[in-house]
């Protein structure tokens, strides 16, 4: 299958920075990639979907100017979280579909811890 | 209604049995459909897809698909403790991909 990448695997900063996460997809083009937020025990949440070279859309109550997403180019697509918080403290994990309705491919997802 | 929809268990089954995952979809119109697992603590990875009526088997998972009652189940014959794991149910509608909330399954030795 499809392989997307996601780095870095586990992040630790302190509260008030930012931290970036990058999603690739290595071996296919990606229109449009997704970034989810899950906490332990419960499901998936999507944040946002991210189309190249366009405003990603987030779903409602997911602040776009805390968690800004950048999909510059067909196999690249970034999230930061700014101004993190202890709450923020997560599984964010991307993915990506290798065309329009077709199958979704995640990435190994990101651990953020903030202190 | 929920346009996905699992059971969100957990369902435990003895090792050796079959575990029988349901889900159900609203949309009519839903034309592909996919079964994701996720150990915890780790991503989901793709299982399965159907896309047509009827059975598909891929070694110990069998897919199944009935559109007119709008459900797609997955089979798992000779179920492992390394199947103990959320079993997300994904349905492709018109374009949008929505998933389950997902089963958590345990096999027990």
């Known amino acids: 299958g499809a392989v997307v990448s996601q780095h870095p695997s586990w992040v630790i900063c302190k509260s008030g920075t930012s931290v970036k996460i990058e999603c690739r997809s290595l071996?296919?083009?990606?229109?449009?990639m997704f970034w989810y937020r899950q906490f332990p025990k419960q499901s998936l949440m999507l944040m946002a979907t991210?189309?190249?070279?366009?405003?990603?859309?987030?779903e409602q109550g997911v602040e776009k100017d805390k968690f800004l997403i950048n999909h510059a180019s067909l196999t690249l697509s970034t999230l930061t979280v700014t101004s993190a918080h202890p709450e923020d403290s997560s599984f964010y994990i991307c993915?990506?579909?290798?065309?329009?309705?077709?199958?979704?491919?995640f990435g190994e997802g990101s651990w953020l811890t903030v202190v | 209604q929920k346009e996905v929809e699992q059971n969100s268990g957990p369902l435990s089954v003895p090792e050796g049995a079959i575990a029988s995952l349901n889900c159900t979809y609203s949309?009519?119109?839903?034309?592909?459909f996919f079964w994701y697992r996720q150990y915890s603590g780790k991503s989901p990875e793709l299982i399965m897809s159907?896309?047509?009526?009827g059975d598909k088997e891929d070694g110990r998972f069998t897919a199944q698909l009935n559109k007119a009652s709008q459900y797609v189940s997955l089979l798992i014959r000779d179920s492992q403790p390394s199947d103990s794991a959320t079993y997300l149910c994904?349905?492709?509608?018109?374009?949008?991909?929505?998933f389950g909330a997902g089963t958590r399954l345990t096999v027990k030795p």
């Open positions: 993915s990506a579909e290798t065309g329009p309705g077709n199958t979704i491919y």
């Open positions: 071996d296919f083009q990606a229109t449009t």
């Open positions: 991210s189309n190249e070279g366009s405003k990603a859309t987030y």
């Open positions: 949309d009519r119109g839903s034309q592909s």
């Open positions: 159907i896309y047509s009526n």
């Open positions: 994904a349905v492709n509608q018109r374009g949008d991909m929505r």
